[in-house]
Antibody
Framework: QVQLVQSGAAVKKPGSSLRVSCKAS????????FSWVRQAPGQGLEWMGG????????SYTKNLQGRVRITADESTSTVYLDLNRLRSDDTAVYYC???????????????????WGQGTLVSVSS | EIVLTQSPGTLSLSPGERATLPCRAS???????LAWYQQKPGQAPRLLIY???TRAIDTPERFSGSESGTDFTLTISRLEPEDSAVYYC?????????FGQGTKVEIK
């Protein structure tokens, strides 16, 4: 049974840093793709980035490049999202997702997410 | 970056009606790598369709996906009250991945 358990809600000051964790259970950790998606209040879904733990490969949305880092710890089956220089518009629910890697002529790539964590509410306010 | 456009923003339909939700991509999507998600208030997204037309496990048969070039469609053949939700398309064929802005389906 797949389960993704995220760390708890956080309140942060502008300019500070955030770390959200996502512990996975069920299946072989490194055989999957993990993503981070966020949702600001009343808004749609925003893909932040993803990681292929098997290859240590990451990809990020251009809007966040330079502020975001995604890492994976295979020993604890945990994926981390780090976001620095927080701003008020980073206030959102952050979701981690897990899904299969795609495989085609390009090799292995990031796919879709078919399992999701419960979400972590992050509020950024002075 | 591939931009996905979902319009209209809201569909208001009655139970038993057919819902057609379009998603237009700004450029071709590699290998039909387009997914659809359903999201209800306070919940995480739920995968419905991947590969443009393959239903995920536990997706009811009334949900179907199709594509024509850069136009993708999610169809709900006969709406049930529990289908009230926001539906997002998502492309994973090129990086960065992107989501459409969502279509809200309201059941009258």
């Amino acid at each position: 049974q797949v389960q993704l358990v995220q760390s708890g809600a956080a309140v942060k000051k502008p300019g500070s840093s955030l770390r959200v964790s996502c512990k996975a259970s069920g299946g072989i950790f490194s055989s999957y793709y993990f993503s981070w998606v966020r949702q600001a209040p009343g808004q749609g879904l925003e893909w932040m980035g993803g990681i292929l733990p098997l290859f240590g490969r990451t990809s990020y949305t251009k809007n966040l490049q330079g502020r975001v880092r995604i890492t994976a710890d295979e020993s604890t089956s945990t994926v981390y999202l780090d976001l620095n220089r927080l701003r008020s518009d980073d206030t959102a629910v952050y979701y981690c997702g897990r899904g299969p890697m795609t495989y085609d002529a390009r090799g292995y790539s990031m796919g879709y997410s078919d399992s999701w964590g419960q979400g972590t509410l992050v509020s950024v306010s002075s | 970056e591939i931009v996905l456009t979902q319009s209209p923003g809201t569909l208001s339909l009655s139970p038993g009606e057919r819902a057609t939700l379009p998603c237009r991509a700004s450029q071709s999507i590699t290998s039909s790598y387009l997914a659809w998600y359903q999201q209800k208030p306070g919940q995480a997204p739920r995968l419905l369709i991947y590969g443009a037309s393959t239903r995920a496990i536990d997706t009811p048969e009334r949900f179907s996906g199709s594509e024509s070039g850069t136009d993708f469609t999610l169809t709900i053949s006969r709406l049930e009250p529990e289908d009230s939700a926001v539906y997002y398309c998502h492309q994973y064929g090129s990086s960065p991945q992107t989501f459409g802005q969502g279509t809200k389906v309201e059941i009258k």
